[in-house]
Structures are given as structure tokens and as C-alpha cells.
């Protein structure tokens, strides 16, 4: 049995117009110890998909009825909010975007840490202060001691979110959610950051979600990932097979705009047309706008791509949500990017 399994999770947002759909039956599992990427352009539905395991969205979101979040054998959706206490920022951990946004700017470093043990915890100040120097020193932040008086803008960019990476691992959770770890930082500190929180996971065998849209991470981070699109998973399976082998336009479109796909001295792949509005889904499979291979080359629109979803099929390691892959005619991107081995 999966340490996390999520099960036809429907998220939704209550709005006047009526309501609109920003998760519409997405399903993945994480084993312990496991590292899971999920990808895709703004708006895809990545960052609703992480908030919603945590129950952390915001009015007028709300996760639906039929949706399922089970994590080590207990149904989350429709906890309480004091039972959910027991699981956040405990059991499962969450590391934000923005450092500052998640740091309190007038409390100390250690203030903030030991209030969080002491949140969950029955431990004195004292006791509370030895376990943040030692997250701290496990974060590899150097002169720890000294850290834990300091206040966030007294720390450099990459400090602070290394700050957060130790603030998530207080309570030696068993997943950590890391949504978009390394945005505002440098491409040098970046690289830091990430190789730390894999070292991090592999030696606490901490299950990992890392959320980003960046295919050269999560190629050398993570085991499996999913690929979503207008709230919906699109491919999911094996990072290596994805990468190496993408079957749908989608994930191959992600691919051959990676900058290393250009020639030199040309410009940049891209996929035309943009992320739908949430409000506004094409019908048929959502893509199919901006697919290259939606319309047959006598000129007449792909028979399904139009007027019917394609349902998420094949094998559980290798799964594809597209027309063209259901009739054995999937076409291969000229080229793809190489995987790097997943560590």
C-alpha cells in the first residue's frame, strides 16, 4: 500500500458565474521515500493539486465530493481542520515559492523554529532550541548557532529557503511538498538548494513532491513525475521513459522548448497559443488548440480530439491521455532531450 494515494481529486472554485473546475480527476500515488515530479505551464494545476493534499485551499476552492486523499491508510478529505493539525507541517511538510512570504519578518530565526516544535510538541525551549540547531546544521547552514538569532533579512536568498528546507524537516515528516523551491533564486544557488534537498530525502527516506516547471530538475531529481494541462494529468510514469521517450504533443512540446533543443544562434522552440482559462476549456481534449497533430493532414480535424476527453490508459508504470496514442499512432518528437540519471 502507497504511503499517499490520491484518487480522483476534484477541486473547484465556487464563483458567480457558477463553479469552475481546477482539478478535474487526478489521480497519483507516493510510496515512502519516493520522489515524484509534476509539471507543466502556469495555470496547469500543479500548485492546486499540492495545496489540495494539506486541505490549504482558499474560499471560494473547495475539494469535491468523490475526491480522495489517503495518506498512510486515513482519508483526509473532510477532516477537521484540529485533526488535519496532526498531519501539517508534521507528517507532511510544505516549502513555498517565496521564502520571505513564508519566514515572519520580526521573529528570529529560532523564535520561528521553536514555536513550530513546541506547536506540535509537549518540550521545553531549551530542548526545542537543540533540535532547530541540529535541522539547521542538517541543512548545511553554516555558523547555525548564530543563524538561529538572526532575522530573515539579515540572510541571503538561497539562506532563507535552505531556513525553510530545516523548518520543514523539524518534525522529521514522511513527504515533503516543495512548491517551486528554487524560483527566486540564482542558477548557482538553485542547483545548491536542490542537490541538498535530494541528499536531505534520500538519507531521512523522505518522500518527496516537488512542483516545478522546470524538466531539467525534475529529470535529476525525481523517480516518476506527471505531466498536467488545464487541471488534468496528460502523461504520467517513469521520469527517464518521459524524458527520454515522450508520448504525448503536450509533454513533447515541453521538451523541444527546452533552450538546449535550439540550434545555435536560432530562436527558441515554443508551443503557440497559451493555457487555456479555466472557464473557458476547449471541448474534447483541451490541448487540441494548440496540438500540431489534431488536424489530419488532408486538413480535417483528428477524429476525437474535438469532441471527446481522452481517458487517462496504458500500463500503471506508462500512462498517456491522448487520441492519437489510443490508436497506436503516437508521433515522436524529431528529437528529445537527454535524461540525466535521477539519483
Known amino acids: 500500500m502507497a504511503l499517499l494515494d490520491v484518487n480522483h481529486l476534484d477541486v473547484r472554485f465556487a464563483l458567480r458565474r457558477g463553479d469552475v473546475q481546477a482539478l478535474r480527476d487526478v489521480c497519483f500515488s507516493l510510496d515512502k521515500?519516493?520522489?515524484?515530479?509534476?509539471?507543466?505551464?502556469?495555470?496547469?494545476?500543479?500548485?492546486?493539486?499540492?495545496?489540495?493534499?494539506?486541505?490549504?485551499?482558499?474560499?471560494?476552492?473547495?475539494?469535491?465530493?468523490?475526491?480522495?486523499?489517503?495518506?498512510?491508510?486515513?482519508?483526509?478529505?473532510?477532516?477537521?481542520?484540529?485533526?488535519?493539525?496532526?498531519?501539517?507541517?508534521?507528517?507532511?511538510?510544505?516549502?513555498?515559492?517565496?521564502?520571505?512570504?513564508?519566514?515572519?519578518?520580526?521573529?528570529?530565526?529560532?523564535?520561528?523554529?521553536?514555536?513550530?516544535?513546541?506547536?506540535?510538541?509537549?518540550?521545553?525551549?531549551?530542548?526545542?532550541?537543540?533540535?532547530?540547531?541540529?535541522?539547521?546544521?542538517?541543512?548545511?547552514?553554516?555558523?547555525?548557532?548564530?543563524?538561529?538569532?538572526?532575522?530573515?533579512?539579515?540572510?541571503?536568498?538561497?539562506?532563507?529557503?535552505?531556513?525553510?528546507?530545516?523548518?520543514?524537516?523539524?518534525?522529521?515528516?514522511d513527504i515533503i511538498i516543495a512548491d517551486e523551491p528554487t524560483t527566486a533564486l540564482d542558477v548557482t544557488i538553485q542547483a545548491e538548494v536542490m542537490a541538498l534537498l535530494l541528499d536531505l530525502c534520500e538519507k531521512q527516506d523522505v518522500g518527496l513532491i516537488l512542483i516545478t516547471h522546470d524538466l531539467g530538475v525534475v529529470s535529476q531529481v525525481t523517480e516518476r513525475m506527471l505531466v498536467m494541462y488545464a487541471g488534468r494529468v496528460i502523461e504520467q510514469g517513469p521520469t527517464r521513459e518521459i524524458i527520454n521517450n515522450p508520448l504525448h504533443p503536450y509533454t513533447q512540446g515541453l521538451i523541444q522548448a527546452l533552450p538546449q533543443m535550439a540550434t545555435p544562434g536560432s530562436r527558441l522552440n515554443q508551443i503557440p497559443g497559451s493555457m487555456p482559462s479555466l472557464d473557458k476549456l476547449p471541448s474534447g481534449c483541451a490541448f487540441h488548440p494548440r496540438c500540431p497533430f489534431a488536424t489530419l493532414d488532408d486538413g480535417r480535424p483528428r477524429p476525437g480530439c474535438r469532441d471527446q476527453v481522452p481517458p487517462l490508459t496504458g500500463a500503471d508504470a506508462r500512462q498517456v491521455s491522448c487520441h492519437m496514442v489510443a490508436e497506436n499512432k503516437p508521433v515522436q518528437a524529431d528529437q528529445s532531450a537527454p535524461a540525466k540519471e535521477a539519483h
Not at 122 to 134: C, F
Not at 135 to 160: C, F, N, T, V, W
Open 33 to 173: 521515500g519516493e520522489r515524484l515530479g509534476i509539471v507543466g505551464e502556469s495555470g496547469a494545476g500543479k500548485s492546486v493539486a499540492a495545496f489540495s493534499l494539506l486541505n490549504l485551499i482558499a474560499k471560494p476552492g473547495y475539494i469535491a465530493n468523490g475526491s480522495h486523499i489517503v495518506f498512510d491508510g486515513e482519508e483526509l478529505v473532510g477532516l477537521s481542520d484540529r485533526a488535519l493539525r496532526r498531519i501539517r507541517g508534521h507528517r507532511m511538510s510544505m516549502i513555498f515559492q517565496d521564502p520571505m512570504m513564508t519566514l515572519n519578518p520580526v521573529l528570529s530565526i529560532g523564535e520561528q523554529m521553536i514555536e513550530c516544535l513546541k506547536a506540535h510538541r509537549r518540550i521545553s525551549k531549551r530542548e526545542a532550541r537543540k533540535v532547530a540547531l541540529e535541522k539547521l546544521q542538517l541543512a548545511q547552514i553554516p555558523a547555525p548557532e548564530a543563524r538561529l538569532d538572526q532575522y530573515p533579512h539579515e540572510l541571503s536568498g538561497g539562506m532563507r529557503q535552505r531556513v525553510i528546507i530545516a523548518i520543514a524537516l523539524l518534525l522529521d515528516p
